[in-house]
């Protein structure tokens, strides 16, 4: 089986940094997209950031000039960093991924779990 398993969330402090990790896990030949959701108290689940094979990169209104996403193709992980953390930037925050397995599962797109940040006053 193939997963994705979101890492680094809990409690930190506003105006410091959060660093989370996606990764994937099983027999898989490539990842393909990788992008990264949150679903903040009150709201729908939204676009954090997103980045697509050709490392074209859309990122929300929320986090503009805050966040950076990477992936390390190797590895296949995938990285969110937010900078100058506020109070709302509380959620639930998701990775979502197209992989290519190795094995009979047809390639799709995967959600992690989730991971729980709160952000302190």
């Known amino acids: 089986q193939v997963h994705l398993v979101e890492t680094g969330g809990g409690l930190v402090q506003a105006g410091g940094s959060l660093d989370l990790s996606c990764a994937a896990s099983?027999?898989?030949?490539?990842?393909?997209?990788m992008g990264w959701y949150r679903q903040t108290p009150g709201n729908q689940r939204e676009l954090v950031a997103q980045?697509?094979?050709?490392?074209?990169?859309t990122t929300g209104d929320s986090v503009k000039g805050r966040s950076t996403i990477s992936v390390d193709s190797v590895e296949k992980t995938g990285f969110l960093q937010i900078n100058g953390l506020k109070p709302e930037d509380t959620g639930v925050y998701y990775c979502?991924?197209?992989?290519?397995?190795?094995?009979?599962?047809?390639?799709?797109?995967?959600w992690g779990q989730g991971t729980q940040v709160t952000v302190s006053s």
């Open positions: 979502h991924a197209f992989l290519q397995p190795l094995a009979s599962e047809i390639p799709n797109y995967y």
């Open positions: 099983g027999s898989i030949f490539r990842l393909e997209y």
């Open positions: 980045m697509t094979r050709a490392g074209i990169i």
